[in-house]
């Protein structure tokens, strides 16, 4: 099947989106890249302008802090805002309205289906999960929605394979598609040891590195996501489920509300 994509336009330029855009304009496509944050966008204008010189990023980038404009020639929009699922509908619908009839949209949502989202667009048959691990995990999640023709699924697939990563093909709806159920449960016994008392992050994140071979721990990993987006996670299970053992602890929320939320502070479990 031939490449019919050409432009992808990146909504949300947080850490994810940012990586995204990065891996995408090394394989030469066009990157249009939307935020609402000026200051994120003008760090990111100045990072991939580097990449550029040094030849590590190839595709045309614009920036845009206007949704419309930045979709406006897209043949693939990836949705990276925080996980809430209202307000993943409410980008969608306005993607849906400026995008080109052809554009397939995607959200890389690390647990929630698109079938949640799926009704506040028109374009049902053109929807996918694509949900991106940090950039040095090179695979994606991809899933179709209730809708979502054959097509659409094969073109998605094509792209990510294109970009060198591998897709992870979900083959019926999974809320936490794959490996993010496997790493869930891992990750919130982790912290459930943690606000317990049971045993000090470094000792927890060097049992798991001693055991696996892996370069970082849970703790590590977690810090370079984004405590804020970790919660969220595990808040969307609870939400899920209604199991009171899904909720995360309220030592990781009171984290969040101090502004420790990571590497992207510089400061979470570890200091950066």
């Known amino acids: 099947m031939e490449n019919k994509i ?25 990157v249009r890249i939307y935020d609402v944050r000026a200051d994120i966008l003008e760090k990111l204008v100045k990072k991939l302008k580097r990449k550029k010189k040094k030849k590590r ?62 009704d506040a667009v028109e374009r049902k048959d053109k929807l ?18 209730t809708k979502t023709n054959d097509e659409t699924f094969e073109i998605g697939k094509k792209w990510i394979e294109s970009i060198e ?9 999974s ?30 994140d060097a049992a798991w590195k001693i055991f696996t071979h892996m370069d970082v721990g849970p703790f590590e990993l977690m810090d370079t996501i984004g405590l804020d987006t970790v919660y ?3 808040m969307s299970y609870y939400q899920e489920t209604g199991d009171p053992k899904e909720k995360p602890p309220q ?7 101090k502004g420790f ?3 992207k502070t510089n400061k979470g479990f570890y200091e950066y």
């Open 57 to 118: 990023a190839l595709g045309e980038i614009t920036y845009h802090n206007d949704l419309s404009e930045a979709v406006a020639d897209a043949d693939l929009i990836i949705e990276a805002v925080p996980e809430k699922l209202e307000l993943k509908k409410q980008i969608f619908s306005q993607i849906d309205k400026a995008a080109p009839p052809h554009a397939i949209i995607a959200t890389n949502s690390s647990s929630i289906p698109v079938s949640r989202i799926e």
């Open 175 to 204: 809320f936490g598609f794959v490996f993010n159920r496997l790493w869930h449960r891992l990750r919130l016994e982790a912290l459930k040891m943690w606000a317990e008392g049971i045993a000090d992050i470094e000792m927890m």
């Open 251 to 257: 030592a990781l929320k009171d984290m969040i509300d």
């Open 128 to 145: 996918l999960n694509m949900h991106f691990y940090h950039q040095a995990i090179p695979m994606v999640d991809l899933m179709k929605g």
């Open 232 to 234: 969220n996670v595990h």
């Open 165 to 173: 990563f591998t897709p992870i093909v979900v083959k019926k709806e």
């Open 6 to 30: 050409k432009i992808v336009a990146i909504i949300g330029a947080g850490f994810l989106g940012k990586q995204i855009a990065s891996q995408t304009a090394f394989y030469d496509y066009t």
């Open 261 to 263: 939320l990571g590497m």
